[in-house]
């Protein structure tokens, strides 16, 4: 089973920036579609963004299109988040995974492997 880490979150001021990163064990990293997901507390776990297995398609939330940018790097089997001009809504827990596709309706039920521990990301305004 792939295990996986994500890490980089931390608190920052609003219009601030973060980048996260995910890293994966296994070989079977760069066959798969990425994800990432976050959860804010009282919350369902909800969709931020989505990369294809070649980094060639990504896709994102409405609520983070134009400020976040995802991207992998396949030789490291790690697939990075860089989060610019953050907003306190932004606040949550976030996660990677795999998905079965790069899509604008990725949803974390449809993930493939057991979730991380996830990394916080604090927004203050």
């Known amino acids: 089973q792939v295990q996986l880490v994500e890490s980089g979150g931390g608190s920052v001021q609003a219009g601030g920036s973060l980048r996260l990163s995910c890293a994966a064990s296994g070989r079977t990293f760069s066959s798969y579609a990425m994800g990432w997901f976050r959860q804010a507390p009282g919350k369902e776990r909800e969709f931020v963004a989505a990369?294809?297995?070649?980094?060639?398609?990504?896709y994102y939330a409405d609520s983070v299109k134009g400020r976040f940018t995802i991207s992998r790097d396949n030789a490291k089997n790690t697939v990075y988040l860089q989060m610019n001009s953050l907003k306190p809504e932004d606040t949550a827990v976030y996660y990677c995974?795999?998905?079965?596709?790069?899509?604008?309706?990725?949803?974390?039920?449809?993930?493939?492997?057991?979730w991380g521990q996830g990394t916080q990301v604090t927004v203050s305004s």
């Open positions: 995974n795999a998905v079965p596709k790069a899509s604008l309706t990725v949803v974390a039920g449809d993930t493939r492997w057991n």
């Open positions: 990369i294809s297995w070649n980094g060639g398609n990504t």
